[in-house]
């Protein structure tokens, strides 16, 4: 059965940083793309950002660029997000996602596995 776990989110003031783990288990996706995805109260879940099997490529939301990274560990199964100057517009539930596709990563690719999703919040 495979699980996405998330960890890490957390109440923080605004400018400050938090990083997100994503635990992965019942199979390897070291060769599928994972992402981060967000859903703040009242909106639809937005992307975040995602990265390839290899680490190589990444892509963000024109909103969270320069603020955040990606990057995973495919030794472990796990896929990081560094938040770096949060504001309270980052405040949602993330949530991580893997792609079922084996070497396939672009901007659209649709996500097949969901984690249930940790908290950030940023206050002002």
């Known amino acids: 059965q495979v699980q996405l776990v998330e960890s890490g989110g957390g109440l923080v003031q605004a400018g400050g940083s938090l990083r997100l783990s994503c635990a992965a288990s019942?199979?390897?996706?070291?060769?599928?793309?994972m992402a981060w995805f967000r859903q703040a109260p009242g909106k639809a879940r937005e992307f975040v950002g995602s990265?390839?099997?290899?680490?190589?490529?990444?892509f963000y939301t024109d909103s969270v660029k320069g603020r955040f990274t990606i990057s995973r560990d495919n030794a472990t199964n796990t896929v990081y997000l560094q938040m770096n100057n949060l504001k309270p517009e980052d405040t949602a539930v993330y949530y991580c996602?893997?792609?079922?596709?084996?070497?396939?990563?672009?901007?659209?690719?649709?996500?097949?596995?969901w984690g249930q999703g940790t908290q950030v919040t940023v206050s002002s």
């Open positions: 019942g199979r390897t996706f070291s060769r599928n793309a």
């Open positions: 996602a893997a792609s079922r596709k084996e070497f396939r990563h672009y901007y659209n690719l649709v996500y097949d596995y």
């Open positions: 990265i390839s099997w290899s680490g190589g490529t990444t």
